[in-house]
């Protein structure tokens, strides 16, 4: 069964960066699209960017888009978040989760039903 670690997270002033990872494990990762979720308290989860199988097709949500970059590296396992230009509102947990569509190679959708998760890494933008 797939499993999920992300990491990265922290405190960063207005206008800093981040690097999220989301490490891989015990399934075949390139089977999975992957998507970044986040989840401020008090606050709906939403859909920030998700990743195809092989990397050719992403998509953001428009409140990050300009700003956040999702990339992976299937040799490592692993899908990067890199957040630019923060503003305090992306202060939430993130999430990584993957969606399991061996059949469908440029394709990943935040409205699919993705049934793998991690556990989340918090990330904080305040001065």
């Known amino acids: 069964q797939l499993q999920l670690v992300e990491s990265g997270g922290g405190l960063v002033q207005p206008g800093g960066s981040l690097r999220l990872s989301c490490a891989a494990s015990?399934?075949?990762?390139?089977?999975?699209?992957i998507g970044w979720f986040r989840q401020a308290p008090g606050k709906e989860r939403e859909g920030v960017s998700c990743i195809s199988r092989g990397g050719d097709v992403t998509n953001y949500a428009d409140s990050v888009k300009g700003r956040f970059t999702i990339s992976r590296d299937n040799r490592k396992n692993t899908v990067y978040l890199e957040l630019n230009s923060l503003k305090p509102e992306d202060t939430a947990v993130y999430y990584c989760?993957?969606?399991?569509?061996?059949?469908?190679?440029?394709?990943?959708?935040?409205?699919?039903?993705?049934?793998?998760w991690g556990q989340g890494t918090q990330v904080t933008v305040s001065s």
């Open positions: 015990g399934a075949t990762f390139d089977n999975y699209a």
């Open positions: 989760a993957a969606n399991f569509i061996p059949y469908l190679t440029n394709y990943c959708a935040l409205s699919r039903t993705f049934g793998y």
